[in-house]
């Protein structure tokens, strides 16, 4: 093994501009593509202007609930400045949000809280509008119910002395916990769907179709030298055609699930988003000798780069790793988790057709009988 | 010493070669002539394993060839018509790549020793960059770097100038007498088969060859 590595490093010192960027053209890209998503995402939403004329909690909590809405981009800003941007049209609408906001929620005085202004082209002022009257509603509500609680209290000369704020306080812990608005609907007899469905996560999708495209060219090696010349002379060295090629598998195999866990440890660093250790073997395993086997039958690397583009393009729309709504229908794709090639990376189902087809056509290619013989 | 008996092969119902029975003696560098599609590369790549004969035996050292192949193949060096070469690696480097997978260990020094004795000094040059000349040298002297008994040469000297052709002779020459080397050769180079070899084999009926070899004032050994 360590001959064939140091006649391996010898091919790698001469191709190392193109080995490395094939080894790292997985991570860039799904890097890139990720940002580029986030940043046309981002940009996608509506601007919306927020003044605040006080500091308050309750103040604050709005800001933060406009703020988590999915499809707005929220400025806070003076009130000059948010009527000058909305007259220019450069924000959709404005919401101020007046002095003494929490007293008055307090209070259960639902007028006048806020004031909001729209242009002629304004179209999320109404969405915006109709979350911040359930919200004031909903933490008006909140504090009529503590106000009824501190009654009740003092009527049954209760012991407990609890505050306005620790009521309040307690009303969210439990919104919180038994997170009463959110449900699942169901047709009569159908189970409830999942929503953990895994094709959904985009970043380890992009890299698992960048990986297999990397993989494929970076496989090119294997029709390159069996179709050499020089790769003639092994029959007159220690090593026979398919050891050599058998431990030059392995090694590439080795220094890219290496690589792989360098991306794993970059992509949780920069999104959070995590990968077991074993999928990501099972996976680099299974791309790195299906594209050996792959390699092994063809001749001319022309057709192979062809064949590899039309495979992953075939594999990334199919697999739903780069169009998820290609499979957001009404079909039952159950089956398909068990074809998917990127199953192990992206539901960690290691036990699916494709493992199994690469080493059972492993297996027939390592028993198969050698070209040289006596 | 090779030795081979009652040798025939058979391609698609097509006798190539027919009943060949010759031996070779350490030190001896064996011709072999004939018409293109004779059958001078399917016997040398008989004798270097890459085929196998119809039917027939071939003993190398005393040893059956279906003794065991990978013993048989540490004792031959082939060097067929084509360049087996890295072409973007340099000289050393693929004297290095190819001992690296060798049997025999063999330090750069020796390396190194083994082109300059026949006559490649360009140590550093990519193959790319080297005459046709110092390929077919380099060609030969990566075959060498086991150190094998048999030597089996399917035209090393096609194409190239007439300087690197005497000098490759001149090599192989010094190779059987002073090391003991089997050389079997293939050229149509009649001046270069000639000076070269000890004994000529003619494969083939093609009368022409056997004329030829008689105007050289040398016996044809018909195969």
């Not at chain 1, 988590?68 to 800003?77: H, N, T």
């Not at chain 1, 003494?100 to 209070?107: G, V, Y």
């Not at chain 1, 790769?231 to 431990?247: A, D, E, G, P």
């Not at chain 2, 089996?152 to 690197?164: H, N, Q, Y």
Request: aromatic fraction near 12%; charge should be neutral.
């Amino acid at each position: 093994m360590k001959q064939v590595i140091a006649t391996r490093l010898m091919h790698w010192k001469k191709q190392w501009i193109g080995l490395v960027f094939w080894l790292l053209f997985p991570l860039i890209a799904a890097l890139s593509v990720t940002m580029i998503i986030n940043t046309l995402q981002e940009d996608a939403k509506v601007p919306v202007g927020v003044v605040l004329e006080e500091q308050t909690v309750a103040a604050e909590e709005l800001v933060e609930k406009i703020e988590a809405a999915s499809f707005i981009r929220m400025e806070v800003l003076s009130e000059q400045e948010a009527l000058h941007d909305l007259e220019k049209h450069e924000i959709d609408s404005v919401f101020v949000i007046h002095e003494k906001f929490e007293q008055n929620i307090k209070q259960n005085n639902r007028t006048r809280l806020i004031t909001g202004y729209q242009s002629d082209m304004s179209f999320a002022y109404v969405p915006v509008k109709e979350m911040i009257i359930s919200h004031v509603q909903q933490e008006t509500g909140r504090a009529k119910a503590a106000f009824a609680v501190k009654k009740l209290e003092k009527q049954y000369n209760g012991q407990e002395e609890w505050t306005f704020e620790e009521i309040t306080a307690k009303s969210k812990d439990i919104q919180r916990e038994e997170n009463l608005l959110d449900t699942a609907l169901t047709f009569k007899g159908t189970p409830e769907a999942v929503n953990d469905n895994p094709r959904l996560f985009p970043v380890w999708g992009l890299w698992g179709i960048f990986s297999l495209l990397s993989t494929l060219l970076v496989f090119d090696w294997v029709i390159k030298e069996k179709q050499s010349k020089a790769i003639q002379r092994l029959v007159f060295s220690r090593w026979s055609l398919k050891s050599y090629l058998l431990q030059n598998l392995v090694l590439y195999t080795v220094v890219m699930f290496t690589v792989d866990l360098f991306t794993a440890g970059s992509l949780y660093f920069i999104f959070g988003e995590w990968i077991s250790p074993i999928s990501l073997f099972v996976y680099r395993l299974l791309i790195s000798t299906a594209a050996f086997l792959f390699a092994c039958l063809f001749k001319k690397p022309f057709y192979y780069y062809t064949m590899s583009f039309v495979l992953t393009l075939v594999i990334g729309i199919s697999s739903g790793a780069l169009l998820p709504s290609a499979i957001a229908t009404d079909w039952d794709w159950n089956w398909f988790d068990l074809i998917n090639p990127l199953g192990p990376v992206l539901s960690e189902n290691y036990l699916s057709f494709w493992p199994a087809a690469v080493v059972l056509s492993f297996v027939l290619w390592l028993f198969r009988k050698e070209q040289y013989h006596a | 010493m090779l030795d081979v008996q009652s040798l025939s092969k058979t391609y698609d119902k097509k006798q190539i070669l027919n009943n060949l029975s010759f031996s070779v003696k350490p030190g001896e560098v064996i011709g072999l002539v004939g018409e293109n599609g004779a059958g001078k590369s399917t016997l040398l790549h008989i004798l270097a394993t890459l085929s196998k004969p119809t039917s027939g035996t071939v003993m190398l050292n005393d040893q059956p060839y279906q003794s065991g192949i990978k013993k048989i193949r540490k004792q031959i060096g082939f060097v067929s018509q084509d360049i087996a070469l890295w072409e973007e690696f340099t000289v050393k480097e693929n004297m290095i790549f190819f001992e690296r997978l060798s049997w025999n260990r063999k330090n750069n020094e020796k390396l190194r020793q083994l082109c300059n004795d026949m006559k490649l000094s360009e140590w550093n040059e990519t193959v790319n960059n080297l005459s046709g000349g110092m390929k077919r040298k380099l060609n030969i002297a990566v075959s060498l770097i086991h150190d094998p008994d048999l030597l089996l040469l399917d035209e090393p000297t096609a194409g190239i100038d007439l300087k690197s052709r005497k000098e490759i002779g001149s090599y192989l020459s010094n190779l059987a007498q002073k090391q003991g080397k089997m050389i079997i050769y293939t050229s149509h180079d009649m001046d270069e088969i000639m000076q070269l070899c000890d004994r000529i084999y003619c494969i083939g009926d093609d009368p022409f060859y056997h004329k030829l070899l008689e105007s050289y004032g040398k016996n044809p050994i018909l195969l």
